[in-house]
């Protein structure tokens, strides 16, 4: 299940409720109280775990040395170890590829089912709400039945690539290395595209028909307004579905453990699989830390710039 | 002419169905699946019907413990939820309603915090948890860390929901001398109610499905919720589908019928969160 992140700013400041003083009971102060209940929360929870996360890095963490708060620092050992491995090239590639793939194909179909639900007909709204099923299922069942849906022997996936004629031979999906990656990939996409969906809806949506109407007594045709009002009208709402997918892809997990923890030999492995891996399956800590440190960059730079984005719309 | 249209919208609605038939193939699948008998699983070609439906739910209720695991489950996913709504309801309040620089900067941090992946923030989390020995307590371990996963995204969502209530009703209660604590709770929380209970309800399906935390925060089985049960059931040369598939359909249906049940208020919740 993936989480949205918070865009604009839409709310209107009819003006602030004016405080006496930071007084708990009645001013100011009791927002301020509010907001660092939740503050101190995630800083303890998440802040904190965040820079010990880059402290560890930095350090000599493994099994002999997890409990004892006194750990070599190894500079930046760890990251030369981590980036020096064969494995990391295809590491890093099948991140990329596990990315790109997933947010365009999330995209193409998310878009492709807005427009098609976008058209009026008895039971749109409903029908388009049941796509979020799979959006909500926990991801370790999906990846569960995905699993069972892509077995090399008695897959079903198998059978109906067969019968359509498209493969004569049973593609062995999650055991051969080259294609284990596209078995996630498929399966994180049938999670993703309902997500997609419903947010371009909501941009669709809010286009006024009016503008259709003008463009189609001007002669325009379907095609033409696709590109000429949909395109330009939905610029924000694209920028951010993307931003979102690469977020949440970026966070996959469940999928690679259920499916194929990463293998065949790294086929299907990704950076955030493999800190994980280092950490609790070699108890290579300090390693894991740095693999979680770089993709906890990436993923820290893409949010800024969406959030950040958003902003500026809104002011402008 | 207006047979016409009649018959688009047919036309519409058919392709429409077949679009969600498609997509709902995996989830019906799951459910085929767990009522075939061992043989008919691995005929081929697969049927589509089960021939003599096995209804095994007792059976692997009891064999794959499901009991225990969906207990921990409900106790992770209420202990989410508890801590959730308590420490986030006021802080999306707050965010709601007061605009300062100040408060713009604790909105773009907790944004922040939301998008951190739990596969990567759990290394940090279980040398830490471990040194200051609150990994004796391992399912209040999970309910800390997922608490602190989620938080944010219901901070947000609850932001959206609260800036819809009008100020002035809240203004006139405190000119009736209402304090403001009063006027929150007498208030902006009943109006607020049903964006509230939309944004609990997704976090409490979320923490059931929580599956990261759990498996590295806590070594006894008998207290590991029901993701990391059915994935001990799933190794690599499974051969019991009909159980595995059973078991997810037990764990899942309830979800899905919740979903369907809520679909509209969930829809709404989400997209006004996600785009406001």
Known sequence: ?316 | MLRDERLTQFALLFVALAMVATYMFPVYWMYVTALKTGTEITAWPPSFWPANPDFAAVEVWQRMRMGTYLKNSAIIAVGVTAIVVVLGTGCGYALARVRSRWMDVALFSILMMQVLPSSLMITPIFVSFSQIGLLDYPRTSVILAQAAKVLPFYVVLTRATFAQVPRELEESALVEGNSRIGAFFSINVPLARNGILVAALLIFLQSLGEYVYSRSLIQSRALQPATVGLQSFMGPNTSDWQGVMTYAAIYVTPIILFFVFLQRQIVSGLTSGALK
Request: proline share 4%; charged share 10%; with cysteine.
């Open chain 1, 1 to 316: 299940m993936t989480v949205p992140l918070s865009t604009t700013d839409s709310i209107p400041t009819v003006g602030t409720i004016r405080a006496s003083g930071p007084s708990f009971r009645d001013g100011r102060g009791l927002d301020r109280v509010l907001v660092w209940l939740t503050l101190g929360f995630l800083v303890a929870f998440s802040a904190l775990p965040l820079v010990y996360n880059v402290v560890m890095s930095f350090q000599s963490v493994d099994l002999f040395t997890i409990a004892s708060f006194d750990r070599p620092f190894v500079g930046l050992d760890n990251y030369k170890t981590v980036l020096s491995q064969r494995a990391t090239g295809t590491i890093v590639r099948n991140t990329a590829v596990f990315v790109g793939l997933s947010v365009a194909l999330q995209l193409t179909i998310g878009f492709g089912l807005a427009l098609y639900f976008q058209q009026r007909f008895p039971g749109s709204t409903w029908l388009r709400g049941l796509f979020l099923a799979g959006w909500i299922m926990p991801g370790l069942v999906v990846g569960g039945v995905w699993s069972w849906i892509l077995a090399g022997d008695f897959g079903v996936m198998n059978w109906a690539l067969q019968a359509t004629g498209i493969t004569s031979d049973k593609i062995f999906w999650l055991s051969d290395p080259s294609i284990a990656l596209y078995s996630v990939i498929i399966a994180n996409v049938w999670v993703g595209v309902p997500f997609n969906m419903i947010l371009l809806s909501v941009g669709l949506a809010a286009i006024p028909d009016d503008v259709y109407e003008a463009a189609e007594m001007d002669g325009a045709g379907r095609i033409w307004r696709f590109l000429t009002i949909t395109l330009p009208l939905m610029r924000a709402q694209l920028g951010a579905v993307i931003s979102l997918g690469i977020i949440f892809t970026l966070q996959q997990f469940d999928l690679f453990a259920a499916l194929t923890q990463g293998g065949p030999s790294n086929g299907s492995n990704v950076m955030q699989y493999w800190s994980w891996e280092l950490s609790f399956q070699h108890y290579r800590i300090g390693q894991g830390s740095a693999v979680s440190v770089l993709m906890i960059l990436v993923v820290i730079c893409v949010a800024a710039i969406y959030v950040r984005s958003t902003r500026h719309e809104h002011a402008a």
